[in-house]
């Protein structure tokens, strides 16, 4: 079965900027979500951004207008642009696809944003 990896994350100070990447190892085709969540320390998982496979992109309030999710179809991957980033950012973060009905998950990625 193909599992999708995360990279990118990593230790960055307030107002810094990150890029996560999400990859799939195998083949997923007809992709029709690409996601980001997220869980911080003692939170529950939220969903931080969505693509959807026309384009369209959806964003959690708290990251709308820092934080920019993209997909590369011929690479089969999606990205999180984090910029501005804040100690309340601190999370693991997840990458999920559903594709023909099926649901990915990543393992996760650590980013934590502390001075």
């Known amino acids: 079965q193909a599992l999708l990896t995360e990279s990118g994350g990593g230790l960055v100070q307030p107002g810094g900027s990150l890029r996560l990447s999400c990859a799939a190892s195998?083949?997923?085709?007809?992709?029709?979500?690409m996601a980001w969540y997220r869980q911080g320390p003692g939170k529950q998982r939220e969903l931080v951004a969505s693509i959807y496979s026309g384009g369209t992109a959806n964003y959690a309030d708290s990251v709308l207008g820092r934080f920019t999710i993209s997909r590369d179809s011929d690479k089969n991957t999606v990205y999180l642009q984090m910029t501005y980033l804040k100690p309340q950012d601190t999370a693991v973060y997840h990458c999920h696809w559903i594709a023909k009905a099926v649901d990915y998950w990543g393992q996760g990625t650590q980013v934590t944003v502390s001075s």
């Open positions: 195998g083949n997923i085709s007809r992709v029709n979500i």
